[in-house]
């Protein structure tokens, strides 16, 4: 179960991704996007693409190799779902970009953030 701070550093953490993806030249597209079946993180364009970001923040001692085993198959599937309800909500603007899915590792350690791995393509279907 999340505490109300674990949810503000996962806040914190997925706001320093949508900034490491700005200084790439990325436009972050939207943040925290919701649908009946799950959310989606961060949602950018990189011109070529349409990029699903999954973002896990994670403390130095954790249990799931930080955030990589929280992916599981059935989490993938539900971002595929919200994936697909995102496009259908705005076929018009991005029909033209192929996707990726993207998967963002960020460490908190001592009150500091920071990107511990950034993995492209990350979850194929």
Request: glycine share 6%; hydrophobic share 40%.
């Amino acid at each position: 179960m999340r505490t109300p701070n674990s949810h503000l550093i996962g806040l914190q953490g997925e706001d320093l991704v949508a900034q490491h993806l700005q200084t790439q030249g990325c436009e972050i597209i939207a943040r925290r996007w919701q649908c009946p079946c799950s959310d989606l993180d961060l949602v950018a364009s990189d011109r070529a693409h349409l990029i699903f970001v999954e973002v896990k923040t994670r403390s130095r001692h954790n249990w799931d190799q930080n955030g990589l085993l929280a992916i599981t198959p059935s989490k993938q599937a539900r971002l595929y779902q919200a994936a697909t309800h995102f496009l259908g909500a705005h076929d018009l603007e991005y029909h033209q970009f192929p996707c990726r899915f993207d998967l963002a590792l960020v460490r908190h350690q001592g009150g500091q953030l920071w990107l511990h791995s950034y993995i492209t393509n990350a979850l194929t279907f």
